[in-house]
């Protein structure tokens, strides 16, 4: 029997050769490689300390992953400027990020954030360091945020009524629903504790070496692929995208389509949130209704790397 190239087939065993791509891509630890609330809540929140305590309680059970966060995001005391201030000199970006952006700018592949992290504070970050331009063709599915004026109180807008308060599995099942003709092929990127539940929804799906998401899917034998930086991405993407006539390299300036307001419908090739908050919020108020299976029933194919 001849080994399969890693990739020729998706992790629930389909040929991957000439699929639309779609990424989904974490924010925290993923893009960046800190974490914007943990910057946060350790300058202007519960301080380090007390965040350690209320993560470790998300690891125990003690605490829901909502629960804690809301507890976080509500010490914060700061406002969003002041705050901003504070991520740009702590973030560091993954330094083969922005090569890995204009490969799939130039090759026409929707990029979109998927994070548990707030709308307000994802989108500035982004203005700042890949410039409103490029910015703007990255969708950003996330909760959002009422932050006063003086920043005294912060309060998540949670996306679902669940206990994660962003469930990313629901969100990419929820994506699929949308699409018109064929559902891309799924690419997840993630690293950590809020992928968990997305992992067994990808078609291709990337772990961070080393850390949980990595480690989740050792333990529940899902196949994934590791990397250190975009660049081990990239490199591995290549297999999905050369050749493949949905993705031809253009140099043509991409556009980015929206759902309209009040539409659930996903043209091919787009992203699922655009630049503005509004229509993000157009397309993520459809989805309301838990139709994704049991995790279980998804948890199948051989691993490339485990
Ligand atoms: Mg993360």
């Known amino acids: 029997m001849t080994a399969l190239s890693p990739l020729t087939l998706d992790n629930k065993g389909k040929p991957t050769a000439g699929r639309p791509i779609a990424i989904f891509s974490d924010f925290d630890g993923t893009i960046f490689m800190q974490d914007t609330g943990h910057i946060l809540f350790d300058h202007h929140g519960c301080g380090p300390e007390k965040r350690e305590y209320l993560d470790e309680s998300i690891s125990t059970g003690e605490k829901t992953f909502r629960g804690a966060s809301e507890e976080m995001w509500g010490s914060l005391h700061v406002t969003l400027d002041e705050g901003f201030k504070t991520l740009k000199s702590h973030l560091v970006m993954d330094d083969g990020f922005k090569d890995f952006f204009n490969y799939t700018t130039q090759h026409k592949i929707p990029f979109n954030v998927i994070s548990a992290g707030l709308k307000p504070l994802l989108r500035h970050v982004l203005d700042e360091t890949m410039g409103e331009e490029q910015s703007a063709r990255i969708g950003i ?11 005294s109180v912060w309060t998540p807008i949670w996306r679902h009524d669940s206990e994660l308060g962003h469930d990313k599995a629901q969100s990419i099942q ?15 990127i993630g690293d950590g504790v809020s992928d968990l539940a997305a992992a067994g929804q990808a078609d291709v799906l990337f772990a961070r070496q080393g850390l949980k998401l990595e480690q989740y899917c050792i333990k529940n034998k899902i196949p994934y692929i ?13 297999v999905l995208v050369d050749g493949n006539e949905n993705h031809l390299k253009s140099d043509d300036s991409i556009t980015v389509s929206v759902a309209p307001s009040g539409s659930s419908s996903i043209p091919p090739g787009s992203n699922y949130g655009s630049g503005s908050s509004s229509d993000e919020e157009s397309v993520s108020s459809l989805h309301s209704i838990e139709k994704r299976p049991p995790l279980r029933s998804m948890l199948s194919g051989v691993a490339y790397a485990v």
Do not use: Q
Not at 141 to 151: F, L, M, P, R, Y
Not at 174 to 188: A, R
Not at 226 to 238: A, C, V
């Open 174 to 188: 929820d994506y699929k629903d949308s699409c018109v003709g064929e559902i891309p092929l799924i690419v997840f």
């Open 141 to 151: 599915v996330s909760n959002d945020a009422k932050i006063t004026e003086d920043g």
């Open 226 to 238: 590791p990397y250190n930086s975009f660049s081990d991405i990239k490199r591995n993407l290549h």
